[in-house]
């Protein structure tokens, strides 16, 4: 039997908040080269698409070498000996590059539009199934709001960046490179003043790079505190509401809304400041050359087909300077959306499947244990049974251990009941076991084989778990409730167990909502008071018929009578599972065969509710506190009645209290 854990996998990037400037470690060139293998299916139409944007740019500047070509040629004749035939070719001439151009323009926004939106929805999709991936430690120090805007804003900007910047930065480079060339090979010394204008060129792009690169990089980061600032403040609007700190969220809003325009402002300035040069220093050039080519001419050492030459072609390469600026910032800004993706790209989740040649034989399917469980693949002696060996566990940069030195056997077919003052570390357990979390030392085995020797997968469809806080998506009740459903199964078996859940959980309330279990619930849907929530979610956790039931205090939004209605059901069930339930109630003890006292970390006694009460004086106060507290309050979870007016109307007679 295998015991070693596989490798540790590299830690987690610093915390996202930490994250204002970009790494230093890469050129904006070595950057966006890591979007290679997004771009590389849509490599032939982009290059298509630079061929037909070069095209254009050649075609543009053939033209002035026609126009020299009729001003010194058919031109010069003379008025009274116009060689008309000369004329209608050049004229003929500049039509068809004209056409060119327009025509391989038309067709390089034909052939980039497609693979700029397919990349940008491969990456997406190729984020959030990292997202998936990536473990709840991750999710936990990473705001909603950063990781939503690298997922919508920076990659909407790549996606323009890859339409228009990227190819358009490469066709102003060479219109301007290959501008100049002519000219300097054409026109000699007023070519040679036209490059010395490069001079400033360059140093001022070379600033402007650096600065605006932080600058770039603090909005996008300011925009994700904002969406991150929204998405709180729109979970939690019923807190702000009851608080009455609605004023205070909105202060707390403003102020980073008027910080991020700051910055925006900064960088608009910055912006301007380079369009202002790009657009200012060819100009003041060009006004150099024509005092320069007026005495050149004069000297005889340039005819006016020269001139007419030159100055068409500064005009065709004045814009592509002018772009040059605009796709300059948009690639500083693709480059810090490409950085910011990979920050979240580059996480690893440290929680790995073991290679395929460890990999233990996978656990017998949702069977129940240990009857059925799979006799090729589980000891007999340890079939559905789970087991936490010496486990300690501590949160990354925790400076102490959660726990310490666990050990706890849940004999297949068991129910354990957890109980503990709060803080003593019951979730923490309870995550282990599903391998939520990786413990730090010792080891969780499942029949018999350490958790970390499966896969991921096969763990997770042995286990099932039910928090406290059910979360349902915004989905039918029938999708929420089938989640942990394997979609192969029988249309009808579907069916059957989605009523059994239902029923279990006593969450019939779900046949009487408006469109039945096809109601949609969750965010976008029909509201849902706390104890019917819980009560879908409890019903999500039976329904996938686990070997392993994890229930963290999964009633405690239950009015009374609903609660022992539940208990009572669910006692069925359990009876061919094996659990652990967290309790926060007295009755929800009642459930289990066996309870287990955990104090400050560690495993202190394992008995039977009499036993412990009888031999544990811990367990005799946590009881009496629990009692207490519910005494105290209870209504608190009673809360079908007061919170949904549609609870009131959709819940069938028997389940009210
Ligand atoms: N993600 C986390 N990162 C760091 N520390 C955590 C994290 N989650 C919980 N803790 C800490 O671990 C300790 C145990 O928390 P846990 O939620 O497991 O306790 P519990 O017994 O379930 O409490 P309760 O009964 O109040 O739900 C607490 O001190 C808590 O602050």
């Not at 229930?551 to 059901?569: F, G, K, M, Q």
């Amino acid at each position: 039997m295998p015991t070693t854990p596989p490798s540790p996998a590299p830690a987690l990037p610093d915390d996202p908040r930490n994250v204002s400037t970009p790494p230093a470690d890469l050129s904006t060139f070595g950057s966006v080269r890591r979007l290679y293998p997004f771009v590389r299916p849509a490599l032939p139409r982009l290059v298509g698409g630079l061929l037909s944007a070069l095209g254009a740019s050649l075609a543009a500047l053939m033209i002035p070498q026609a126009l020299k070509w009729a001003v010194n040629g058919p031109l010069a004749a003379g008025a009274l000996e116009r060689d008309w035939r000369g004329l209608a070719i050049a004229v003929g001439l500049v039509l068809v590059l004209g056409l060119g151009e327009a025509g391989l323009i038309l067709l390089r926004r034909t052939l980039v539009m497609f693979p700029g939106t397919r990349v940008e929805a491969e990456m997406r999709m190729a984020l959030f199934r990292h997202l998936q991936d990536l473990p709840i430690a991750f999710h936990d120090r990473w705001p909603g709001g950063q990781l939503l805007s690298r997922i919508m804003g920076d990659l909407g900007l790549l996606r323009r960046w890859l339409i228009f910047g990227v190819l358009q930065l490469v066709v102003s480079i060479t219109t301007v490179v290959v501008g100049v060339g002519i000219l300097v090979a054409s026109a000699g010394w007023l070519g040679l003043v036209y490059l010395a204008g490069a001079i400033p060129v360059v140093v001022i792009v070379f600033r402007f790079s650096r600065k605006y690169r932080l600058i770039s990089r603090l909005s996008q980061d300011q925009s994700g505190d904002l969406a991150t600032t929204v998405e709180e403040s729109v979970h939690g609007i019923r807190v702000l509401k009851a608080f009455g700190r609605g004023r205070d969220a909105l202060e707390t809003f403003t102020g980073q809304a008027d910080e991020l325009r700051r910055t925006e402002m900064r960088k608009a300035s910055v912006d301007a400041g380079l369009m202002t040069s790009l657009t200012l220093i060819p100009e003041v050039t060009i006004a150099v050359c024509v005092v320069l080519g007026t005495l050149l001419a004069a000297d005889g050492q340039v005819t006016v087909g020269d001139l007419v030459m030159f100055f068409a072609t500064t005009a065709v390469i004045n814009g592509p300077v002018v772009d040059l600026g605009m796709t300059l910032s948009m690639t500083l800004n693709a480059r810090t959306a490409v950085d910011r993706y990979f920050e979240v790209m580059d996480a690893r989740n440290p929680l790995t499947d073991p290679a395929q040649d460890d990999a233990a034989p996978a656990p017998a399917d949702s069977a129940p244990a240990p009857a059925t469980a799979d006799p090729a693949t589980a000891d007999p002696a340890t079939a559905g049974t789970v087991e936490l060996r010496d486990v300690t566990f501590r949160y990354e940069d925790a400076e102490r251990p959660v726990l310490e030195h666990v050990h706890l056997v849940l004999p297949a077919g068991t129910t354990t009941a957890l109980v503990g003052l709060t803080g003593s570390g019951k979730s923490t357990l309870a995550m282990l076991v599903p391998r939520l979390f990786d413990v730090t030392d010792g080891e969780v085995l499942l029949d018999g084989v350490d958790v970390r020797h499966r896969t991921r997968a096969q763990v997770r469809a042995a286990i099932a778990v039910a928090f406290e806080d059910p979360t349902l998506f915004s989905a039918s009740v029938r999708e929420n409730v089938l989640l942990g459903v394997p979609d192969e199964l029988a249309a009808d078996e579907r069916e059957a167990r989605l009523h059994e859940a239902l029923e279990v959980a006593q969450a019939r309330f779900a046949a009487e909502l408006p469109q039945g279990v096809e109601t949609r619930i969750g965010e976008e849907g029909l509201s849902l008071s706390g104890g019917q929530r819980q009560r879908l979610a409890l019903a999500r956790a039976v329904a996938a018929r686990p070997r392993v039931l994890v229930l963290d205090d999964p009633l405690s939004a239950l009015d009374v009578a609903t609660e022992e209605a539940v208990t009572e059901r669910l006692r069925d069930v359990l009876r061919t599972t094996t659990s652990l339930v967290i309790a926060h109630r007295p009755s929800t003890v009642a459930l289990a065969d066996r309870v287990a006292v955990l104090r400050d970390g560690r495993i202190t006694a394992v008995g039977t509710h009499s036993e412990l009460l009888a031999t544990d004086p811990h367990y005799r106060h946590i009881i009496s506190s629990l009692e207490e507290d519910y005494a105290a309050h209870p209504h608190d979870g009673d809360l079908d009645d007061v919170e949904d007016v549609t609870a009131e109307l959709t819940e069938p007679e028997e389940a009210r209290p």
